[in-house]
Nanobody, 124 residues
Framework: QAELVQSEGGLVQNGGSLRLSCQGS????????MGWFRQAPGKEREFVATIGRDGGSTAYADSAKGRFTISRDNVQKTIYLQMNSLKPEDTAVYLC?????????????????WGQGTQVTVSS
């Protein structure tokens, strides 16, 4: 079982940067594929990025490609989402998640454990 605790988000200006983190607990953190999702008001939860157990096998939503980078540190049991060139449409609650599935997983139903969510607001 994994418990995920996310860092605080924040308010940034259009074009700014922000790094989110998500720390897991337990001895099996490295067993899980990890992902980031986001949910804007009135919209469905959407996939942002995912990373494999060893830090490879990454995948990104089209909206995140070239701007966001997912990474992980299994010693620190933490994943990160570096977000650059932020836009107002990136405003959402961001959630980290852990999946026992090895291959790339883009669907929220493939993830077993979720962080508490953190608000990211990008002002125009």
């Amino acid at each position: 079982q994994a418990e995920l605790v996310q860092s605080e988000g924040g308010l940034v200006q259009n074009g700014g940067s922000l790094r989110l983190s998500c720390q897991g607990s337990g001895r099996t953190f490295s067993y899980y594929r990890m992902g980031w999702f986001r949910q804007a008001p009135g919209k469905e939860r959407e996939f942002v990025a995912t990373i494999g157990r060893d830090g490879g096998s990454t995948a990104y939503a089209d909206s995140a490609k070239g701007r966001f980078t997912i990474s992980r540190d299994n010693v620190q049991k933490t994943i990160y989402l570096q977000m650059n060139s932020l836009k107002p449409e990136d405003t959402a609650v961001y959630l980290c998640a852990a999946s026992a599935i090895g291959p790339i997983a883009r669907l929220s139903r493939d993830y077993d454990y979720w962080g508490q969510g953190t608000q990211v607001t990008v002002s125009s």
